[in-house]
């Protein structure tokens, strides 16, 4: 996932690398590589970039205006409001759509994010997306302050939105991805950083959040409001994000990476389970097929991982945003010394991931590293999902 789609002409790279970087030491994570591996179509790839990010940065030049695919990705900014358009050529005759918004003028920017104009960028993408998380580093060109900086206060370990889903903070790691223990798809096991913290939903989408956003309740099994929502496709899920954002404009909300899942699943743990490899013991943590009686069950009723988040194994498989493969040759060369930094998945594909396992399923099913195939359009009543809110 990315906070910032920056839009710009192949041509301008050069020109375009230094705020590349100082958008990216400030915190944010910048797609900007349109670099494709056989076989990928460029259109997915965009169309998948733009989906994952919050803000669309164009750098409007000579050539990016007649380029086809930066008035395309300019346009998807705009149409979602989230464009932050800037010009890097004096005199540039900018897109006709795009001319009656402020653009940001870095014609005689030289990397200094003391520069008003660049200052006016990183206020337009904050409007959008919030401060970043973490500052990695000073911002290129900044002269270091005499002063102490003030740090930014720790976020709530837990926290609540409007209409009532809980979420649990996430602190950065890294944690053994995938198993030996279980199906092909699942190997090699390989380490896996997670460099930014994130809110990860404590419990999966209930009945009632699923109402109170959509006015509709597609689940199978009713009569609890707190039962899981089920019965929901990936594109379902996506139909419900974008609603809720109306809701709560100021928040990022979207399904987990399957690193990010697995991650906030294990809790720390390198078992099976999230507390152990003991399948006798799966009962006190999932609802699975040995004790579910055929459907799912309230959320939280039972133990939660060490993380305080519950119902990660059983009740109901949770979509996954990425999209499904096995894992890459540079997957399998992360060690114990390097690791897979913020794996997304594929950048296209036909079937996304689901995980977690179901109350229809068998232990094994239920294991932290079990990975599905789940085609995007297909609902059933044991699928259902778990939210991530971006920092």
Known sequence: MHDIFLSYAREDLERVLPLIRALEQYGWRVWWDRTLIPGQRFSHVIEEALDASGCVTVVWSEAARQSYWVEVEAGEGLRRGVLVPAKIETDIRIPLGFRAIQTADLVD????????????????????????AVRITEPAGETASPEPVEERPSPESR???????????????????????????????????????????????????????????????????QR?????????????IAKLKEHEPGFTYRLPSEAEWEYAARAGSTTNYCYGDDEARLGEYAWYEVNSGGTTHPVAQLKPNAWNLYDVHGNVWEWIYDWYANYSIATADATATSAVVDPDGPESGSNRVIRGGSWGHGARDCRSAYRVIGVPGYAYHDRGFRLLRQL
Not at 234 to 239: A, G, H, R, S
């Open 109 to 132: 920017w030289q990397g200094d994010t003391s520069h008003p104009e660049y200052v006016r960028v990183v206020q337009a993408v904050t409007s959008h997306i919030g401060e970043p």
């Open 159 to 225: 926290w609540t939105n409007s209409i009532g889903i809980e979420f649990a903070l996430i602190q950065p790691g890294e944690f053994i991805m995938g198993s030996n223990n279980g199906r092909d798809n699942e190997k090699p096991p390989h380490r896996v950083r997670i460099s930014q913290p994130f809110y990860m939903g404590v419990t999966p989408v209930t009945q009632v959040q699923w109402e109170i956003v959509m006015e509709s309740n597609p689940s199978h099994f009713k009569g609890d409001s």
């Open 228 to 240: 899981p929502v089920e019965s929901v496709s990936w594109n379902d899920v996506q139909k419900f």
